[in-house]
């Protein structure tokens, strides 16, 4: 795309612009937040892949995919704010989600073991994962706030925290894979999605890009389903203290 | 003096800096049925939640049957000493799927029979057993959790307010079944009321709290005529 194609791309901005300042929608200020961001950190980003990818270095390589669950766990931790120790319990998920899909895609060699492949694969990897983590500590806070009487129920008929906080757990991990599965289903019936489009708008052979995102999708079930149960079994016992007592959330 | 199931020792119990329970010193006697009364919020429903493992006192020591606390696992002292929550809480599913929730959580079932024998206990109906928990009314949700509670046969039960939004018949055949439980199993009973009639009617001895204190303990009579100046006034009116 030419510099003066990109350029007019910024009519799309425009629109939303306009409509926002003559209805009083008030959404002037975020939508240039937005776009000014994006613009950077894409730009920013091609250029940092385009140096990984020429020094081709295994440091470089990790690096990159620390600062993207960095960030990831640095976003979603707000979310789950009034789960102690929830920084650290984000970052494992996301280092063991990191580690198990390329361990699973490298390993039987499913891909080429080249940043081209490993670095679009794990950002998108990381980055379902931390909206996941996002949805699922919604969910799991909201429940646990409004079934403490359940909880405190079970604990006094000599539950143990596990069985107090069974229902709000699997309500919450189910809740939020739940879109992940869903829109799987009406995949390529309504919309194209957004790695296919771009590879073939870029020239790829459709079959192709078809494969490529049927990795994808099927690499994403995973990440949602392990993400969601392994953010609720590394919090819920922080929930409770030793005495198998409920600690009030803060 | 009768054998003691419940006794603290300078117990001491603070939430968010708010101090709850101040240096409680007394006991409940063994397989008796003893009512505490007091205003609200003179953390009556903190002290039950502390005998059962709930929460744990900062200072002072609870002893049950003169084993303290601390030396029980708590799911072993939580299935001796039962409570019957305040809120009567229901989980979602039937009423059956309720009563079997102690059993549940030991990885047993409940057989129907017994199912049936202890909503009849409570006075609610067998056919009672597939309705939804959720939606039966206060009273009836009431029954069912004290129904719940027996289920593990505490050897201590806690009765917090258990007959507050029963009619009078239904509050008299709790009481009813309360007295003949303690008769045929010693269950040490301890209920928490409002009504100072119930508790001069149902229960042998009493404790009054006010503000998280303990103020006066002894046989339920006192509350005819209360040596506390406060007590006076709490009592006055209420007792005819
Ligand atoms: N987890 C908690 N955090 C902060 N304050 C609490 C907590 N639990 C109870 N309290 C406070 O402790 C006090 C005693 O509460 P408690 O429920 O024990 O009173 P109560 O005597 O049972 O009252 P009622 O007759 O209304 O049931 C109240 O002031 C209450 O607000
Ligand atoms: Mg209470």
């Known amino acids: 795309m030419s510099y003066l194609a990109l350029s007019?791309?910024?009519?799309?901005?425009?629109?939303?612009?306009?409509?926002?300042?003559?209805?009083?929608?008030?959404?002037?200020?975020?939508?240039?937040?937005?776009?000014?961001?994006?613009?950077?950190?894409?730009?920013?980003?091609?250029?940092?892949?385009?140096?990984?990818?020429?020094?081709?270095?295994?440091?470089?390589?990790?690096?990159?995919?620390?600062?993207?669950?960095?960030?990831?766990?640095?976003?979603?931790?707000?979310?789950?704010?009034?789960?102690?120790?929830?920084?650290?319990?984000?970052?494992?998920?996301?280092?063991?989600?990191?580690?198990?899909?390329?361990?699973?895609?490298?390993?039987?060699?499913?891909?080429?073991?080249?940043?081209?492949?490993?670095?679009?694969?794990?950002?998108?990897?990381?980055g379902n994962s931390m909206v996941l983590g996002i949805l699922f500590l919604n969910r799991f806070t909201a429940e646990i706030e409004n079934r403490q009487d359940e909880t405190e129920l079970i604990l006094t008929l000599g539950g143990t925290p596990k069985q107090a906080i069974h229902t709000q757990l699997i309500t919450s991990i189910k809740a939020s894979t739940i879109p992940t599965i869903e829109s799987q289903k009406t995949i390529g019936l309504v919309q194209l999605p957004g790695m296919m489009s771009g590879q073939i708008i870029a020239g790829a052979d459709?079959?192709?890009?078809?494969?490529?995102?049927?990795?994808?999708?099927?690499?994403?079930?995973?990440?949602?389903?392990?993400?969601?149960?392994?953010?609720?079994?590394?919090?819920?016992?922080?929930?409770?203290?030793?005495?198998?007592?409920?600690l009030k959330i803060r | 003096m009768s054998q003691t199931a419940i006794l603290f020792q300078d117990v001491n119990y603070s939430a968010d800096d708010l101090k709850i329970l101040k240096n409680i010193n007394g006991y409940f006697p063994e397989g008796k049925i003893a009512t505490i009364v007091g205003p609200s919020g003179a953390g009556k429903s903190t002290l039950f939640k502390l005998c059962n493992g709930l929460r744990s006192p900062d200072s002072g020591e609870i002893l049950i049957k003169g084993k303290p606390i601390i030396n029980f696992h708590p799911v072993e002292l939580r299935r001796k000493v039962g409570i019957a929550l305040q809120s009567a809480t229901m989980i979602s599913g039937s009423v059956l799927e309720n009563l079997e929730l102690p059993l549940r959580l030991q990885g047993k079932t409940?057989?129907?029979?017994?199912?049936?024998?202890?909503?009849?206990?409570?006075?609610?109906?067998?056919?009672?057993l597939m309705r939804n928990a959720k939606e039966l009314s206060g009273g009836q949700q009431q029954k069912l959790s004290i129904a719940r509670t027996l289920v593990n046969q505490?050897?201590?039960?806690?009765?917090?307010?258990?007959?507050?939004?029963?009619?009078?018949?239904?509050?008299?055949?709790?009481?009813?079944?309360?007295?003949?439980?303690?008769?045929?199993?010693?269950?040490?009973?301890?209920?928490?009321?409002?009504?100072?009639?119930?508790?001069?009617?149902?229960?042998?001895?009493?404790?009054?709290?006010?503000?998280?204190?303990?103020?006066?303990?002894?046989?339920?009579?006192?509350?005819?005529?209360?040596?506390?100046?406060?007590?006076?006034?709490?009592?006055?009116?209420?007792?005819?």
């Open chain 2, 110 to 128: 409940i057989d129907i029979e017994f199912a049936k024998e202890l909503l009849h206990d409570v006075g609610l109906d067998g056919d009672f």
């Open chain 1, 206 to 246: 459709p079959v192709q890009a078809v494969q490529f995102q049927l990795l994808i999708l099927f690499i994403l079930l995973t990440t949602a389903v392990v993400t969601s149960i392994m953010l609720g079994f590394l919090s819920y016992p922080t929930l409770f203290n030793k005495r198998m007592q409920f």
């Open chain 1, 8 to 126: 007019l791309t910024l009519i799309f901005v425009l629109i939303p612009l306009v409509l926002s300042r003559t209805l009083r929608l008030g959404l002037e200020k975020d939508t240039l937040i937005a776009t000014v961001r994006s613009i950077i950190q894409l730009l920013a980003v091609g250029y940092v892949l385009q140096y990984v990818f020429e020094a081709d270095n295994i440091i470089f390589l990790l690096l990159m995919i620390l600062l993207m669950i960095g960030a990831a766990t640095q976003n979603a931790r707000k979310k789950g704010a009034s789960i102690r120790g929830i920084t650290w319990k984000l970052f494992i998920t996301f280092v063991f989600i990191e580690a198990l899909t390329q361990s699973i895609l490298l390993g039987f060699s499913i891909v080429p073991p080249t940043p081209q492949y490993i670095i679009p694969i794990s950002g998108m990897v990381i």
């Open chain 2, 154 to 240: 505490p050897e201590v039960l806690l009765l917090d307010e258990i007959t507050s939004s029963l009619d009078r018949v239904s509050q008299h055949d709790i009481e009813e079944l309360i007295e003949k439980i303690n008769e045929k199993y010693g269950t040490t009973m301890i209920w928490i009321t409002h009504n100072l009639e119930q508790a001069l009617r149902i229960g042998q001895y009493t404790w009054v709290m006010m503000n998280g204190e303990l103020i006066e303990s002894g046989e339920s009579s006192l509350l005819r005529n209360p040596q506390d100046k406060r007590v006076q006034e709490f009592v006055k009116g209420e007792i005819v």
